[in-house]
C-alpha cells in the first residue's frame, strides 16, 4: 500500500481503510459547519439551509468521497478558523490557518485577506501593536518549525514539489478559469493564420507537461504569479481602507476570501479543477446573507460542482453524478427563494448544462466524433464552465467593490 513504485495496486482493505478515514475526517468539517452557523446564522430556517448548503455540498462529495481526497478535513479547518475570526478570537483563528497553510500550500492565495485583516482588526486596534504582532508572528513560526523541522535536510526536495513549476500552465483536464479561454483563442488564431503545431506545442493530448503557446505568447510562472497579484490588489486595498462595522465586518471578510480564491484559480499556475472549492465553501458562508448571495452561490455551485464531472469518469457513475447535483441544486433554488433574483441569461446558461451533459452521453457517439476528437466533451465541459466562473467573478468582484451601485441597481429592477 505505502511502497511508490507499486502501481496498480488494489485491495480491498485497502479500499476499506481509505474510505474509512475520509469519512472519519469529515467530522472536522461537521464541526467546522457547526462553528460558522452558529456565529453567522440566528434563526432556525437559516440554520437549516446553511447547513443543507455546506453538508451536502456536491463538489466536496465528488472530491472526497468518490474521487478520494482529503478536502473535508482541510475545508473543516477553515472553517474553524473563519468562526474564530468572527468571535474575535484572532490568536486561534491564526493558529487554525497557519495549520491548514502547511497542510496545503495553496490556500497560500487567500493570506493576504488573513494577514490584512488580523494587521487591521489584531494588531492595529490592540493597546500594544508591537506585543500583538510579536504574538501572532510566534504561532506562525512555531507552527512552521513543526511542519518543517523534521525535513530541514531535504527543504530543497520539499520546495520543488510543492511548487512543480515544470508541470505546465494547465492540468491535464483544464480547470474552467482564465488560461482555458486563453487556450482556445491561440487554438483558434491558429488555425486562422495556418500555424502548424509542434509535439511541444500540443496542449489538448491529456498529458501534464509544459508546452508552447502557437500564436499568443507562451505564459510562464512569473506571469501568472503577477497577474494573481494585480488581480487580487485593489480587493486587498478595499479590505485595508473599509470601516468595519459589527453588522458587515463578517461579511467583507468572507467576501475578501472569495475573491482571493477566485482570483487565484482563475490566473494561477498549474490550477487544479477541484481548487474551485476553494471558492465555493466560503462562498456558502453568506448564501443566508441576502439574495443576491444567495443567488451567487447558487450560480456557482452549478457550474463549480458541473466543471468536476470528468473526475468521475466511469460510466456507471453517469447518473450517480448527475442525480446528486440535480437533487442539490434543486433543493437550493426552492429553499433559497431565489427566483425573482436570477436573471433570464443566468438561467439560460445554466440551461446550457443540459445541452452540454447531452452532447458528451450521446451526440459524440451519433457524429461518430469519439474516434477523430476524443478531447472534445472535456474541451466543451471545460470552456462552458470558464464562462460561467469567469462571469461570477467579474459580477461577485464588482459587487465587492462597488456595495453601493449593486445594491441600487437591484432596486431599481
Given at each position: 500500500?505505502?511502497?511508490v513504485?507499486?502501481?496498480?495496486?488494489?485491495?480491498?482493505?485497502?479500499?476499506?481503510?481509505?474510505?474509512?478515514?475520509?469519512?472519519?475526517?469529515?467530522?472536522?468539517?461537521a464541526?467546522?459547519?457547526?462553528?460558522?452557523?452558529?456565529?453567522?446564522?440566528?434563526?432556525?430556517?437559516?440554520?437549516?439551509?446553511?447547513?443543507?448548503?455546506?453538508?451536502?455540498?456536491v463538489?466536496?462529495?465528488?472530491?472526497?468521497?468518490i474521487?478520494?481526497?482529503?478536502n473535508?478535513i482541510?475545508?473543516?479547518?477553515?472553517?474553524?478558523?473563519?468562526?474564530?475570526?468572527?468571535?474575535?478570537k484572532?490568536?486561534?483563528?491564526?493558529?487554525?490557518?497557519?495549520?491548514?497553510?502547511?497542510?496545503?500550500?495553496?490556500?497560500?492565495?487567500?493570506?493576504?485577506?488573513y494577514?490584512?485583516y488580523?494587521?487591521?482588526?489584531?494588531?492595529?486596534?490592540?493597546?500594544?501593536?508591537?506585543?500583538?504582532?510579536?504574538?501572532?508572528?510566534?504561532?506562525?513560526?512555531?507552527?512552521?518549525?513543526t511542519?518543517?523541522?523534521?525535513?530541514?535536510?531535504?527543504?530543497?526536495q520539499?520546495?520543488?514539489?510543492l511548487?512543480p513549476?515544470?508541470?505546465?500552465?494547465?492540468?491535464?483536464?483544464?480547470?474552467?478559469?482564465?488560461?482555458?479561454?486563453?487556450?482556445?483563442?491561440d487554438?483558434?488564431?491558429?488555425?486562422?493564420f495556418a500555424?502548424?503545431?509542434?509535439?511541444?506545442?500540443?496542449n489538448?493530448?491529456?498529458?501534464?507537461?509544459?508546452?508552447?503557446?502557437l500564436?499568443l505568447?507562451?505564459?510562464?510562472?512569473?506571469?501568472?504569479?503577477?497577474?494573481?497579484?494585480?488581480?487580487?490588489?485593489?480587493?486587498?486595498l478595499?479590505?485595508?481602507?473599509?470601516?468595519?462595522?459589527?453588522?458587515?465586518?463578517?461579511?467583507?471578510?468572507?467576501?475578501?476570501?472569495?475573491?482571493?480564491?477566485?482570483?487565484?484559480?482563475?490566473?494561477?499556475?498549474?490550477v487544479?479543477?477541484?481548487?474551485?472549492?476553494?471558492?465555493?465553501?466560503?462562498?456558502?458562508?453568506?448564501?443566508?446573507?441576502?439574495?443576491?448571495?444567495?443567488?451567487?452561490?447558487?450560480?456557482?455551485?452549478?457550474?463549480?460542482?458541473?466543471?468536476?464531472?470528468?473526475?468521475?469518469?466511469?460510466?456507471?457513475?453517469?447518473?450517480?453524478k448527475a442525480?446528486?447535483?440535480?437533487?442539490?441544486i434543486t433543493l437550493?433554488?426552492?429553499?433559497s427563494?431565489?427566483?425573482?433574483?436570477?436573471?433570464?441569461?443566468?438561467?439560460?446558461?445554466?440551461c446550457?448544462?443540459?445541452?452540454?451533459?447531452?452532447?458528451?452521453?450521446?451526440?459524440?457517439?451519433?457524429?461518430?466524433?469519439?474516434?477523430r476528437?476524443?478531447?472534445?466533451?472535456?474541451?466543451?465541459?471545460?470552456?462552458?464552465?470558464?464562462?460561467?466562473?469567469?462571469?461570477?467573478?467579474?459580477?461577485?468582484?464588482?459587487?465587492?467593490?462597488?456595495?453601493?451601485?449593486s445594491?441600487?441597481r437591484?432596486?431599481?429592477?
Amino acid at each position: 500500500m505505502l511502497e511508490v513504485k507499486n502501481l496498480n495496486y488494489a485491495n480491498d482493505m485497502t479500499i476499506t481503510f481509505m474510505r474509512l478515514s475520509v469519512i472519519i475526517s469529515d467530522i472536522v468539517y461537521a464541526f467546522g459547519v457547526k462553528s460558522c452557523i452558529d456565529v453567522l446564522c440566528s434563526g432556525s430556517l437559516k440554520r437549516n439551509f446553511l447547513t443543507y448548503v455546506l453538508l451536502g455540498n456536491v463538489g466536496l462529495f465528488f472530491v472526497d468521497h468518490i474521487h478520494f481526497q482529503y478536502n473535508g478535513i482541510m475545508f473543516g479547518i477553515l472553517l474553524l478558523s473563519i468562526s474564530k475570526m468572527c468571535h474575535e478570537k484572532y490568536l486561534q483563528s491564526a493558529f487554525f490557518f497557519a495549520m491548514l497553510l502547511h497542510m496545503k500550500h495553496i490556500f497560500i492565495y487567500v493570506s493576504p485577506a488573513y494577514i490584512v485583516y488580523l494587521l487591521k482588526c489584531y494588531c492595529i486596534r490592540s493597546e500594544s501593536p508591537l506585543r500583538s504582532l510579536i504574538k501572532l508572528g510566534s504561532i506562525v513560526i512555531a507552527v512552521t518549525i513543526t511542519s518543517f523541522g523534521p525535513f530541514y535536510n531535504q527543504m530543497p526536495q520539499v520546495i520543488a514539489r510543492l511548487f512543480p513549476f515544470k508541470r505546465g500552465l494547465c492540468h491535464a483536464y483544464w480547470a474552467p478559469n482564465f488560461w482555458t479561454l486563453y487556450n482556445v483563442m491561440d487554438k483558434a488564431a491558429s488555425k486562422v493564420f495556418a500555424v502548424e503545431a509542434e509535439k511541444s506545442a500540443m496542449n489538448t493530448g491529456g498529458l501534464v507537461q509544459e508546452f508552447h503557446h502557437l500564436v499568443l505568447p507562451s505564459i510562464k510562472p512569473i506571469t501568472t504569479f503577477i497577474l494573481t497579484f494585480l488581480a487580487i490588489l485593489p480587493c486587498i486595498l478595499k479590505l485595508v481602507f473599509i470601516k468595519f462595522d459589527k453588522q458587515s465586518t463578517h461579511r467583507q471578510f468572507i467576501q475578501s476570501i472569495v475573491l482571493c480564491a477566485c482570483t487565484s484559480f482563475m490566473f494561477g499556475w498549474h490550477v487544479h479543477e477541484k481548487a474551485i472549492l476553494m471558492v465555493l465553501i466560503p462562498l456558502s458562508l453568506l448564501s443566508t446573507s441576502t439574495k443576491n448571495d444567495a443567488t451567487a452561490t447558487f450560480f456557482l455551485s452549478l457550474v463549480g460542482s458541473y466543471s468536476l464531472f470528468p473526475l468521475l469518469f466511469n460510466a456507471e457513475l453517469t447518473m450517480v453524478k448527475a442525480l446528486f447535483l440535480i437533487s442539490f441544486i434543486t433543493l437550493f433554488y426552492i429553499q433559497s427563494g431565489i427566483r425573482r433574483n436570477l436573471k433570464i441569461y443566468e438561467f439560460i446558461y445554466g440551461c446550457g448544462f443540459i445541452f452540454v451533459f447531452w452532447y458528451e452521453q450521446q451526440l459524440q457517439y451519433i457524429f461518430a466524433l469519439n474516434e477523430r476528437l476524443p478531447f472534445l466533451p472535456l474541451l466543451i465541459t471545460s470552456v462552458y464552465c470558464s464562462i460561467g466562473v469567469t462571469y461570477f467573478w467579474l459580477i461577485y468582484y464588482f459587487s465587492f467593490l462597488f456595495p453601493g451601485e449593486s445594491l441600487r441597481r437591484q432596486k431599481i429592477k
